[in-house]
């Protein structure tokens, strides 16, 4: 009987002169007829760090979704140029790595190891580059060890940078954090702080820790009612108390 | 959060067992099971054989002599559902009970059908728990797949074994919620009727459904957005060696050999 792997996900093919996430005029709804974004564009350049901020129900959630095809049908959508369609949806995936906000939906795997290494085996990767990949990531993570361990019996902070890695071992060109510092102590909060610092890669990061976009994102997106009210640099939207204020944020 | 492992029978280490090829172990189950149901009605020495093979095989797999036997208990009450065997076969009459307008007559051979049905649901519980713990859940999907299975069988299986975690732990969090609030004052008796009980074991039914539906949901993203197209992969690999050929034509001799023993 023969091993019955569907096909590996097909290479990248991006091109590097073309921003690597381009949303363009994006409408969204959801089935019970709740507008979640409205005429929403965006463009993310290779290597830049953007946190992504608004009030609960501003749309964030749903504009990540949409970043590598769960939501939407691809339409307004371009990841390093290439249209999001069914052909191209694999290779998107592998491209833009998406980490839930609760890691308890991002573990579902039994063990470390196989939450980790179910992006690689899923792209139909050799056995000796899944394993290499997982120590890899789990090293970005610094969750070197952990690989036997039962994900459910880890501490919320643990679970994040694990939730993190099983994303890091597709090797993405970009990643999309949903609320990461959410619900972790100072201690864990700081760690979380300097591995998306030392991560080279392009980072949008949705949340609602105003601190932390100050220290760790030059550029700072403002969602409100599914549309983009401000897209500039952090440092001159922090100043702008009016304008935080109007989308109830507050100064950090 | 307290997961519950409740479901999750895999028992880790290294057999011979544990080595078999899950295709073999699968089609073997099937075929130990088929033999039970086929073995003659109060055929001691046949139900002994199966047994004893079952005991060998917990010894086989490392598991520890009793380990099927001490779980399979879980199982028994479901062979009660044959307990209408006792009334339904003629034969010569052991007792009689008159229950509300019904006059029973238990027979012998009624009485031997109940208990070669309890022992033969016994046997195959035990070979079924022997299955779970000696392959781990992705194997024994392949395994199904392998076999050629239907793939939305196989899907419904796999989501079904993912989710049953998740609901258990919904089921916990919410009876811990009613708990924390289930307060009596001193000198009142608490609690209400029956019927207002029922209402609010209804609306916790409710809130379990959508709760776990709405969680599964976000579960299936997360593995949508890490490639996930349909299939469960594994690492292991899934390809038949000469001893796995050997152990699947020489059980299943074994097992047609047992059959032609029993009834002629």
Redesign the interface.
């Known amino acids: 009987?023969?091993?019955?792997?569907?096909s590996k996900?097909p290479e990248r093919k991006i091109d590097p002169s073309q921003p690597l996430i381009l949303v363009e005029h994006l409408d969204f709804a959801y089935p019970d007829g709740h507008v979640a974004l409205r005429d929403l564009s965006l463009e993310i350049k290779q290597g830049e760090k953007i946190a992504l901020v608004g009030p609960n129900g501003a749309g964030k959630s749903t504009l990540m979704?949409h970043l590598?095809g769960?939501l939407g049908d691809g339409s307004g959508l371009r990841v390093g140029g290439l249209p999001l369609n069914k052909q191209n949806l694999?290779v998107i995936?592998?491209l833009i790595?998406?980490v839930?906000q609760?890691p308890?939906?991002?573990l579902?795997s039994?063990t470390v190891f196989e939450d980790v290494?179910?992006?690689p085996?899923?792209?139909g990767l050799p056995?000796d580059e899944?394993l290499e990949r997982v120590k890899e990531a789990l090293a970005h993570v610094d969750m070197n060890g952990f690989e036997e361990r039962?994900s459910?019996?880890l501490s919320t902070g643990q679970k994040k940078r694990i939730a993190i890695a099983?994303?890091l071992s597709?090797r993405p060109y970009a990643l999309i954090l949903d609320e990461p510092s959410a619900g972790l102590d100072p201690r864990a909060r700081r760690g979380l702080i300097h591995l998306l610092r030392d991560l080279p890669i392009t980072m949008l990061v949705s949340t609602h820790d105003l601190r932390m976009v100050a220290e760790l994102f030059p550029r700072m997106v403002i969602m409100d009612e599914g549309r983009i009210v401000a897209d500039g640099q952090t440092a001159k939207l922090l100043a702008d108390e009016a304008l935080l204020d109007a989308h109830g944020l507050e100064k950090p | 959060m307290i997961h519950n492992n409740l479901f999750d029978r895999y028992y880790a280490t290294e057999s011979p067992l544990h080595r078999l090829s899950p295709s073999v172990k699968v089609l073997l189950t099937v075929f130990f099971i088929l033999s039970n149901a086929l073995l003659p009605d109060g055929h001691w020495i046949g139900f002994g054989i199966s047994w004893a093979v079952i005991f060998l095989l917990n010894w086989v797999g490392q598991l520890g002599w009793g380990y099927t036997f001490k779980r399979s208990f879980i199982a028994l009450p479901f062979a009660l559902a044959a307990v209408t065997a006792i009334f339904a076969l003629p034969g010569k009459t052991l007792a009689e009970f008159d229950v509300l307008f019904w006059h029973l007559l238990a027979t012998d051979a009624g009485l031997l059908r109940f208990f070669s049905i309890v022992v033969r649901s016994w046997l195959s519980v035990q070979v079924a728990i022997l299955l779970v713990a000696t392959t781990q859940f992705p194997d024994l999907i392949h395994a199904l797949e392998h076999l050629r299975l239907p793939r939305m069988l196989i899907t419904v299986i796999a989501f079904l074994y993912r989710y049953i975690f998740v609901l258990s732990d919904e089921v916990l969090r919410l009876l811990r919620a009613r708990q924390a609030r289930s307060a009596v004052l001193p000198g009142q008796s608490g609690g209400g009727t029956v019927f207002w009980r029922a209402k609010i074991a209804g609306n916790m039914v409710g809130q379990l459904f959508l709760r776990s539906y709405e969680r599964s949901d976000r579960i299936y993203n997360a593995m949508l957005a890490r490639g996930y197209q349909g299939h469960l992969r594994t690492l292991n690999r899934h390809a038949m060696h000469t001893r796995d050929w050997v152990i699947l034509i020489l059980s299943s001799a074994a097992l047609l050999f047992l059959q032609i023993f029993t009834h002629f």
């Open positions: 009987m023969p091993i019955t792997h569907a996900t979704l590598n769960i694999p995936r592998a790595g998406l839930f609760n308890d939906d991002q579902f039994p290494a179910f992006g085996l899923h792209m056995e899944v039962l459910h019996h099983t994303v597709m």
